[in-house]
């Protein structure tokens, strides 16, 4: 462990002395604190608010022992002696009068209705207000809206039951922390403590988008799906192996060593059972599901024929492979067609991010879909972002679909258009937010209202806004200067449910890798959800990532994370409405100087991050 243990304090610029990793080995192994990164975490939330942001040393982790540590073992001692005789009130159904805060369902008897019936069916101490009543529309959010549906019925109106109760109140989930606990961090702790998390001037902010297909994005007016034919995928795939094979020899082999060296399959044939062969190839399941140490083969090529290799991992001392990844194989053919492998190589070489050109200092909020429970359609987790952002006022809003979640169980039961509920969420959402805060929004392809295809155009709106960009899944748009990478479509997840690894290192970097080295947005294929609609022609104009952004945000349902990879910060900033309890990222970018040396400042000194609990 120690070596993860470094390596999340490398992340944060930290070098730990050896005395300081013992110690914190030592009490990693004591207080059953075995996740590194959980460790450092709570960590630099110590060092951040009771020592000014110092370094560990051994003494001061011996306070962070004393304060954090033994304290949080009492309290889940004190939790589980309790557990037993602890008893619960029926928890109250949510005041009505919220129901009608926004002023979009007046006089609606429906809703006269719901109302009748929560206050009957369930043992509330308290009355809700008449919707009637004018101090019932006030609102912490000046000009909010109800983002339910209208036609919402009273029967699927109501909160589901907690299981078993039988008492009509509301399903409750136990989450750890409360609304507004930082849950993870990343920059230098000065730069963390001395931010408002307030935009400081109002302006506007240019919006470029960098995926293009001759000079274009993806728009519903250039798209065209649903007629990629077989041969047209094979195609497709044959390319992208020729190209990402190419890039891998040139990262490992020098000119002359390609010349010298066996190669499979123009070689393969005469060579003796031990001759060391190389072999460029796309990775395989032969069931299409997850890849093991046994269900592996590679497709290779030489351009005129396709074969297969049945792969041996015996003697591999590291490897991560998945499904549709192209790489660089080192081994021998003992017989038939089974390559026994002795080295994989998947590392190529990358084009870095552009260097930060920001002449002032810009607030960025990131939340993702899905924003309302999976038991209602109330939208409660978007109107506590409302009110976040009512109150901070950052310079750039991020928003990852899905919006209106096609596999929700009550979105059937809708009976205005989807189109018509997704504008009236949009219409809240800018009414808020305001003019001076730039709004993206990408779209999603479990969208109600979107096209069900990878990669997906955005919606069109009947209303614009002047400082609201609808973007497309995946996108990469250029804000002044700062390069940010988006994708609503949850590929961390896909990569690590699919792939096989012996000694691969921490895992959200070797997904975040397993992008940049394949060069795509999607890599994967066939795709790991068996219900995406993966189109091989818009992937290839639309999907590829060749050049590294400064930012890059991969929400999904992974634990949220911050990462710097190849000078990338990556950040999932996990899902709004999550019955674990929801979270949102805020960061924000400053200008600095070059070093000494010309070079651009690192992330770590111009870029802080937190992750917080909605």
Request: hydrophobic share 35%; with cysteine.
């Amino acid at each position: 462990m120690d070596t993860e243990l470094k390596q999340q304090f490398d992340e944060i610029g930290v070098e730990p002395s050896d005395a300081v990793l013992d110690k914190c080995m030592e009490l990693a192994i004591s207080y059953g604190c075995m996740d590194a990164t959980e460790f450092v975490e709570q960590w630099m939330a110590f060092s951040l608010s009771h020592l000014h942001g110092d370094e560990p040393t051994p003494e001061n982790l011996g306070e962070f022992e004393r304060k954090v540590l033994q304290l949080k073992k009492e309290k889940v001692g004190f939790k589980t002696s309790t557990q037993k005789t602890k008893t619960y009130a029926p928890a109250p159904v949510a005041d009505t009068s919220s129901l009608t805060t926004y002023g979009l369902i007046e006089d609606d008897p429906m809703m006269d209705d719901y109302v009748s019936e929560s206050v009957t069916d369930s043992s509330m101490m308290h009355t809700p207000k008449s919707k009637k009543d004018p101090s019932s529309r006030s609102s912490a959010l000046k000009g909010g809206v109800l983002f339910s549906p209208a036609s919402y019925t009273p029967q699927s109106a109501k909160r589901t039951p907690a299981a078993g109760t039988g008492t009509g109140t509301p399903s409750t989930t136990t989450v750890a922390g409360k609304p507004g606990d930082t849950v993870d961090t990343f920059g230098h702790p000065k730069l963390l403590a001395g931010t408002e998390w307030q935009a400081k001037l109002e302006h506007t902010l240019s919006v470029s988008q960098k995926l293009l297909h001759q000079e274009a994005p993806l728009t519903l007016a250039n798209l065209s799906y649903m007629n990629d034919l077989l041969c047209d995928k094979c195609d497709d795939l044959e390319d992208r192996l020729e190209a990402t094979g190419r890039a891998l020899v040139e990262k490992k082999l020098s000119a002359e060593e390609v010349a010298e060296i066996s190669w499979y399959p123009q070689d393969g044939q005469t060579l003796q059972a031990l001759h060391k062969l190389y072999a460029v190839g796309m990775i395989h399941s032969e069931d299409d599901g997850p890849l093991d140490a046994y269900s592996s083969f590679m497709a290779v090529t030489d351009g005129e024929e396709c074969s297969y290799l049945e792969l041996n991992f015996t003697r591999i001392k590291s490897a991560s492979i998945f499904p549709g990844q192209v790489v660089l194989a080192k081994g021998f053919i003992p017989k038939g067609t089974t390559f026994v492998v002795e080295e994989i190589h998947t590392e190529r070489k990358l084009t870095p991010p552009s260097p930060l050109r920001v002449d002032r200092e810009l607030q960025f909020v990131v939340a993702a879909g899905p924003y309302t429970h999976s038991t209602d359609m109330f939208y409660d987790p978007l109107q506590d972002l409302l009110k976040y952002l009512k109150d901070h006022r950052p310079d750039v809003l991020v928003l990852v679909g899905p919006f209106v979640d096609a596999s929700h169980k009550l979105v059937a039961e809708m009976a205005e258009t989807f189109d018509s509920f997704f504008e009236k969420m949009i219409a809240g959402i800018m009414e808020v937010v305001g003019a001076h805060t730039t709004v993206l929004m990408v779209s999603s392809q479990k969208d109600a209202m979107s096209h069900a295809i990878y990669p997906t155009p955005p919606p069109t709106l009947r209303r614009t806004y002047p400082n609201l960009h609808l973007l497309p899944d995946p996108s990469i748009v250029d804000l002044d200067g700062i390069t940010v990478g988006v994708t609503s479509t949850d590929v961390v997840d896909h990569l690590l449910s699919h792939e096989f690894a012996v000694n691969g290192g921490e895992r959200m970097h070797r997904a975040i890798n397993h992008l940049f080295n394949q060069g795509s947005f999607y890599p994967m294929y066939p795709p790991a959800d068996e219900d995406m609609a993966y189109d091989s022609q818009l992937a290839l104009k639309y999907a590829q990532l060749r050049q590294l952004p400064n930012i890059l945000l991969l929400p999904g349902d992974q634990r949220h994370f911050i990462r710097l990879v190849s000078d990338c910060l990556v950040i999932n900033p996990g899902r709004l409405a999550d019955n674990k309890g929801g979270t949102f990222a805020r960061f924000l970018v400053t200008p600095t100087a070059p070093t000494a040396t010309g070079k651009a400042a690192s992330l770590f000194n111009s870029v802080a991050c937190q992750v917080q609990r909605i």
